[in-house]
């Protein structure tokens, strides 16, 4: 095995989906701005963002059998395509002041759409370019990527946008170009061959849910990955309105996201070297319980920015846990099923932390944060505990050690 450094389709795949990220990030500040300019209305401007939430999750299904059925580099090409179309109506829509609320929400949730299959097709496609050694550096390199573009997206999205109202979507349609120049440039073909005759979506979608539902590692994974998922958001989310109930300026506020978002990073950079040193059954298990320990304590600082470092601490540990659960997750998955049981995953662990805010927003005016806290950390030991005494990852087989990446 040479380096990942060193491996072109990798690198070429890396550097789309990075491209395709950092645009999502432009476009999700950009357009909620737009909203706020056409309309004043901070209600539209959620419509927007609930909209493109509710899209992404929607579409993830779909999503996987889809990139389970047809060529996965065209899926790729033609979900980029589809981008660069919609924002260059946008853009030029901008710039002779016709665009509606109607037409960015269109925009919002065909990107929102779009964006669900390419990620999907991404996953699936790695098992194909990737030696079974590598998966799990593999996906780290992935968060670091999607940790630096949620970094940097956002903010260069104001930036552009205070340079022009068009701008940011005119950079989207740029980046979306470059990003479809990537996949065309990779050789190896991203999946198996293809049986003669696909199955009907709802056959489809039944197996991919019938292998998740019966396997014992891919059954604990979504109930550890949920949890944590489910919990980091309303941690994150509580402690935004307490600080804000106690008069914390905005700016510092705004410090809290970015705060953890480094821990995210950093924790992707180092995920490589901590799954050298842990097992993939011993690396899970501590962070569940360190995870647990951690958020708990953020409890205690619900009045200060303090409270964001525990909680940049647990994120800081969990690249290194997604890389080695997916990474095996990849490996043990047929390529046939690839998209179908990345899609089944990611579903059930999002959708927890869909309602995350709703619940910590009625636990906060019940009881307070602190109780909130409190409560997300249980959902998390709780999952420490099925990590510890489940059967699901007590005989699983260790993948081939990893190279450096």
């Known amino acids: 095995m040479t380096s990942l450094w060193r491996n072109r389709e990798f690198n070429l795949l890396w550097t789309s989906q990075s491209l395709s990220d950092l645009g999502d990030g432009i476009a999700s500040l950009a357009l909620s701005l737009l909203v706020l300019v056409k309309t004043g209305s901070p209600v539209s401007a959620g419509l927007v963002g609930t909209a493109t939430q509710a899209a ?23 979900c980029d395509s589809v981008r660069l179309l919609i924002f260059t109506v946008l ?46 550096d593999a996906v780290a390199r992935n968060e670091a990527r ?16 205070t340079l022009g109202h068009a701008v940011p979507f005119a950079a989207n349609v740029v980046s979306y170009l470059v990003s479809i120049v990537a996949v065309l440039f ?29 396997h014992p590692f891919l059954r604990t994974l979504m109930l550890v990955a949920a ?8 941690v994150i989310f509580t402690v935004i309105v307490a600080l804000q109930r106690h ?72 690249p290194a846990c997604n890389a080695a659960l997916f990474g095996f997750q990849v490996s043990i998955t047929p390529d046939r099923l690839q998209g ?9 662990a999002t959708s927890m932390a869909a309602l995350s805010p709703l619940l910590a927003g009625t636990l906060l005016a019940w009881r307070g944060p602190t109780t909130a806290i409190l409560f997300f950390a249980a959902a998390v030991a709780a999952s420490a505990l099925i990590a510890t005494v489940g059967t699901g990852l007590r005989w699983t087989p260790q993948p081939e050690p990893a190279i450096a990446a």
């Open 227 to 234: 949890p944590l998922n489910f919990a980091i958001t309303g």
């Open 91 to 136: 853009t030029a829509a901008v710039l002779t002041d016709r665009a509606s609320l109607p037409l960015i929400l269109v925009v919002a949730v065909v990107d929102a759409a779009a964006s669900a299959v390419f990620s999907t097709a991404e996953d699936a496609s790695l098992l194909s370019i990737v030696p079974a050694g590598q998966l799990s």
């Open 56 to 78: 992404r999750l929607m579409f993830r299904l779909p999503a996987g059998v889809l990139v389970d059925r047809v060529d996965r580099r065209r899926a790729l090409i033609s």
């Open 340 to 348: 179908r049981v990345n899609s089944v995953i990611m579903v059930a």
């Open 146 to 161: 999607s940790y630096g573009t949620a970094l940097a997206g956002p903010p260069l999205g104001g930036v552009l946008f």
């Open 247 to 318: 008069g914390t300026a905005p700016a510092v506020i705004g410090l809290t996201e970015t705060i953890v978002a480094a821990g995210g990073l950093l924790g992707a950079v180092a995920a490589p070297a901590i799954q050298r040193r842990l097992g993939l059954v011993p690396l899970v298990r501590t962070l569940c319980w360190i995870a647990a320990a951690l958020l708990a304590t953020a409890a205690l600082f619900t009045s200060s920015i303090a409270a964001a470092i525990p909680v940049a601490l647990t994120v800081f540990l969990g």
């Open 186 to 214: 990779i050789r190896k073909p991203l999946q198996a061959p293809r049986e003669d005759k696909p199955q009907t979506y709802g056959v489809a979608l039944a197996e991919g849910i019938r292998f998740v539902l019966t």
